[in-house]
């Protein structure tokens, strides 16, 4: 257990510092090019990052599950993420014509060839990731995926300055993934196998076309967005959305993420006995920091796109709002996933992201006529429902009724209701002094942390232990809490 504290802690912690820097690469790009230049390059983005989820075919998922890994099976896993990827990769080159025609700019067609490069490199990096975190050897991970993040920035800055205008953006990413490559021949597992195996797929592929297609299908939901209204409507709209949508993704993803690499192989080596008690610990500590803090952008919302992108960019202010509350709602059970894959449900995960993702779908088309406050108001409506349905399927799984599992995570409810309220009590106070926004979302910050850690002590959140664990941060809040 010790192995999978301190592998969760790197995780975060990298995660965090590389947020960090990501955020201030956005807020340079952001200022740099025009709501129409990065309408266009997410839409090519946004068609590669989905065809990016059929590349990998589970093949992570499917060796960390795997209680019997051979060298044979990753071969096998190897050889047939390599077929896949790089023939996803050619059809995206061929049909990258009949793209840009679809959207009336040829400049999505270059950028889709020119990223499809990374589907030829992918597998390699992947199956090595996927071994390492197997072991908890988080660190290496970082190590190869921060060397990538740093390419990116550095090279994408570089292009920018020699004139590529948004081509550099997707000069940058090739870069950053060829360097990723590099440093994973570096930080290797001492399982992997770098010569492939093009026989024995039977068993990932059963496994690996169910996971890719539901992580296909998750990432659609966000990308739906730039896809669908870059159709609909004008590219400053999918411009507008994808800020609004990116900047509390940016905050969810950072939240999160940290705890999502290592929950499939924790709750994979749970006993069936020790499922309910280890699912229900995991999303108790994770829920108590991301409901409170996307609760709380509620009421910033406009202040915070003001920072990270500038004042070309306040009309996706308003929006924000709308899309931290279905934010919310869909990160009340953040390892759903993590817990359905380890008990070999992924079919009925699978479904379940097809549902949702009708759910989003009839929200930007039905929202459409009201505008882009109208999608994300209907946004809500829909995550309601996720929610609901979700919390149906778990409870199934764990062998307990809605309102008992409820119950167990009324304590991270309570506390992200709680923050939610107060945030906009604080900014409301805050506004009346008219102060510079980058103070105003200082003081709001230290706030809503002094908020946050009374309503842990008062509710007496499970939290409290994990804390009084971390390094440092430990001493500090056994002396409050």
Same mark, same amino acid.
């Given at each position: 257990?010790?192995?999978?504290?301190?592998?969760?802690?790197?995780?975060?912690?990298?995660?965090?510092?590389?947020?960090?820097?990501?955020?201030?690469?956005?807020?340079?790009?952001?200022?740099?090019?025009?709501?129409?230049?990065?309408?266009?390059?997410?839409?090519?983005?946004?068609?590669?990052?989905?065809?990016?989820?059929?590349?990998?075919?589970?093949?992570?998922?499917?060796?960390?599950?795997?209680?019997?890994?051979?060298?044979?099976?990753?071969?096998?896993?190897?050889?047939?993420?390599?077929?896949?990827?790089?023939?996803?990769?050619?059809?995206?080159?061929?049909?990258?014509?009949?793209?840009?025609?679809?959207?009336?700019?040829?400049?999505?067609?270059?950028?889709?060839?020119?990223?499809?490069?990374?589907?030829?490199?992918?597998?390699?990096?992947?199956?090595?990731?996927?071994?390492?975190?197997?072991?908890?050897?988080?660190?290496?991970?970082?190590?190869?995926? +921060?060397?990538?993040?740093?390419?990116?920035?550095?090279?994408?800055?570089?292009?920018?300055?020699?004139?590529?205008?948004?081509?550099?953006?997707?000069?940058?990413?090739? #870069?950053?993934?060829?360097?990723? #490559?590099?440093?994973?021949?570096?930080?290797?597992?001492?399982?992997?196998? +770098?010569?492939?195996?093009?026989?024995?797929?039977?068993?990932?592929?059963?496994?690996?076309?169910?996971?890719?297609?539901?992580?296909?299908?998750?990432?659609?939901?966000?990308?739906?967005?730039?896809?669908?209204?870059?159709?609909?409507?004008?590219?400053?709209?999918?411009?507008?959305?994808?800020?609004?949508?990116?900047?509390?993704?940016?905050?969810?993803?950072?939240?999160?993420?940290?705890?999502?690499?290592?929950?499939?192989?924790?709750?994979?080596?749970?006993?069936?006995?020790?499922?309910?008690?280890?699912?229900?610990?995991?999303?108790?500590?994770?829920?108590?920091?991301?409901?409170?803090?996307?609760?709380?952008?509620?009421?910033?919302?406009?202040?915070?796109?003001?920072?990270?992108?500038?004042?070309? +960019?306040?009309?996706?202010?308003?929006?924000?709002?709308?899309?931290?509350? +279905?934010?919310?709602?869909?990160?009340?059970?953040?390892?759903?996933?993590?817990?359905?894959?380890?008990?070999?449900?992924?079919?009925?995960?699978?479904?379940?992201?097809?549902?949702?993702?009708?759910?989003?779908?009839?929200?930007?088309?039905?929202?459409?006529?009201?505008?882009?406050?109208?999608?994300?108001?209907?946004?809500?409506?829909?995550?309601?429902?996720?929610?609901?349905?979700?919390?149906?399927?778990?409870?199934?799984?764990?062998?307990?009724?809605?309102?008992?599992?409820?119950?167990?995570?009324?304590?991270?409810?309570?506390?992200?209701?709680?923050?939610?309220?107060?945030?906009?009590?604080?900014?409301?106070?805050?506004?009346?002094?008219?102060?510079?926004?980058?103070?105003?979302?200082?003081?709001?910050?230290?706030?809503?942390?002094?908020?946050?850690?009374?309503?842990?002590?008062?509710?007496?959140?499970?939290?409290?232990?994990?804390?009084?664990?971390?390094?440092?941060?430990?001493?500090?809040?056994?002396?409050?809490?």
């Amino acid at each position: 257990m010790s192995n999978i504290r301190k592998a969760a802690y790197i995780s975060t912690i990298s995660l965090y510092a590389n947020q960090l820097v990501s955020l201030i690469f956005i807020m340079f790009i952001s200022r740099v090019f025009s709501p129409e230049d990065l309408g266009i390059y997410g839409i090519a983005a946004a068609i590669t990052m989905i065809s990016s989820e059929v590349r990998a075919l589970g093949a992570s998922e499917y060796v960390i599950r795997e209680t019997e890994l051979n060298s044979h099976k990753i071969r096998s896993s190897l050889g047939l993420t390599i077929v896949i990827s790089s023939g996803l990769g050619l059809v995206l080159i061929l049909c990258s014509s009949l793209i840009g025609s679809f959207y009336e700019n040829t400049d999505i067609t270059f950028m889709i060839q020119i990223l499809a490069i990374g589907f030829f490199i992918s597998p390699f990096i992947n199956i090595n990731s996927a071994l390492l975190y197997k072991h908890f050897e988080v660190s290496k991970v970082m190590i190869i995926e +921060w060397a990538g993040q740093v390419i990116i920035i550095v090279s994408t800055v570089l292009f920018y300055l020699l004139d590529f205008g948004y081509f550099s953006l997707v000069y940058g990413s090739i #870069l950053g993934n060829i360097t990723q #490559l590099l440093f994973a021949f570096i930080f290797k597992s001492n399982q992997m196998q +770098w010569r492939p195996q093009f026989r024995h797929f039977k068993d990932q592929f059963k496994f690996g076309s169910i996971a890719s297609a539901a992580s296909f299908v998750e990432k659609f939901h966000l990308l739906s967005f730039d896809l669908i209204l870059g159709k609909l409507g004008s590219m400053r709209d999918v411009g507008i959305m994808s800020k609004a949508t990116g900047s509390v993704q940016f905050i969810s993803h950072m939240l999160v993420a940290g705890g999502k690499t290592v929950a499939l192989p924790y709750l994979s080596q749970s006993s069936k006995d020790e499922l309910k008690e280890s699912y229900i610990k995991a999303t108790l500590l994770i829920t108590a920091i991301c409901l409170p803090i996307l609760l709380a952008v509620t009421a910033i919302g406009s202040q915070l796109v003001l920072i990270l992108f500038g004042e070309q +960019w306040n009309d996706a202010g308003s929006l924000v709002c709308y899309i931290a509350i +279905w934010s919310a709602l869909r990160h009340i059970h953040p390892f759903s996933r993590a817990l359905l894959f380890s008990i070999k449900l992924e079919r009925q995960y699978l479904f379940l992201q097809l549902f949702n993702l009708l759910l989003i779908t009839a929200a930007i088309i039905l929202g459409f006529n009201y505008g882009l406050v109208g999608i994300t108001k209907l946004l809500i409506v829909a995550g309601l429902i996720e929610f609901l349905i979700t919390s149906s399927i778990i409870s199934k799984c764990l062998g307990i009724t809605i309102s008992n599992l409820l119950g167990s995570l009324k304590s991270s409810l309570l506390l992200g209701a709680g923050c939610g309220v107060f945030a906009w009590i604080v900014i409301t106070v805050i506004d009346n002094y008219k102060l510079n926004p980058y103070i105003s979302i200082l003081c709001f910050g230290i706030i809503m942390s002094i908020c946050w850690l009374s309503l842990v002590k008062i509710i007496k959140h499970p939290v409290i232990d994990e804390l009084n664990r971390v390094p440092f941060i430990g001493s500090v809040t056994k002396k409050f809490l």
